[in-house]
């Protein structure tokens, strides 16, 4: 079966750095997505990566190792509007998306 | 970016009558439009994916009768809730992409509420 795999919830310090780890089993692979969800909130787009390394956008930035079947999402110089829940999600070689459950993150100040 | 808008933001029905929530890409012409649930606490569950023009695909376990979608045209999506009960009560949310593989862009969500 198709799995993708990310920590429930997870607590960091506000100006501190943070990483989301996900880890997927798909049948094929077409890219995988970061998406930031606000309580009450649709998603809201984060990250793409298809091909191995690190994509850095800002205070975000996103590293796949598809070998692995590996990803991260990092989040440097955290603020308290960083709360929120961010999704994992893998497009299978059928283009669907795989979402993963999404790691809760709660900023303390 | 491309914007996506949902409407009614919030709809709160009594048990037994249908609910329409309209989905639209306001930039762009989206090929594709998905549909999704989402309860409390829990990750976003697809129900159907449509194709302008064509039916759409549902999901296992997703009532096709129940849950009607209608993508008549590339900027509009229409998710019909049939004789909605309590357990219908959710968040429905629903993107659009310029194509299947494409990224999808979220609308902001429809609070649906059945009594």
């Known amino acids: 079966g198709q799995n993708i795999d990310q920590p429930t919830e997870m607590t960091a310090t506000e100006g501190a750095i943070v990483q989301i780890n996900c880890t997927y089993q798909?049948?094929?692979?077409?890219?995988l997505f970061w998406y930031q969800q606000h309580a009450g909130e649709a998603p809201t787009f984060l990250s793409y990566?298809?091909l191995d390394g690190l994509e850095e956008k800002g205070r975000f930035s996103s590293f796949l190792s598809r070998s692995k079947g590996y990803s991260y999402l990092l989040l440097k110089e955290l603020q308290m509007k960083d709360s929120a829940s961010y999704l994992c999600?893998?497009?299978?070689?059928?283009?669907?998306?795989?979402w993963g459950a999404g790691t809760k993150l709660i900023i303390k100040p | 970016g491309a914007v996506v808008s949902q409407h009614p933001s919030r709809v709160i029905c009594k048990s037994g009558t249908s609910v329409k929530i309209e989905c639209r890409s306001l930039?762009?012409?989206?090929?594709?439009m998905f549909w999704y649930r989402q309860f409390p606490k829990q990750s976003l569950m697809l129900m159907a994916t449509?194709?302008?023009?064509?039916?759409?695909?549902?999901e296992q376990g997703v009532e096709k009768d129940k849950f009607l979608i209608n993508h008549a045209s590339l900027t509009l999506s229409t998710l019909t809730v049939t004789s909605a009960h309590p357990e219908d009560s959710s968040f429905y949310i629903c993107?659009?992409?310029?194509?299947?593989?494409?990224?999808?862009?979220f609308g902001p969500g429809t609070r649906l509420t059945v009594l």
């Open positions: 993107s659009a992409s310029l194509a299947e593989y494409n990224e999808q862009f």
């Open positions: 930039d762009f012409q989206a090929t594709t």
């Open positions: 449509s194709n302008e023009g064509s039916k759409a695909t549902y």
């Open positions: 798909t049948s094929g692979f077409n890219g």
């Open positions: 990566n298809v």
């Open positions: 999600a893998v497009m299978d070689s059928n283009y669907q998306l795989i």
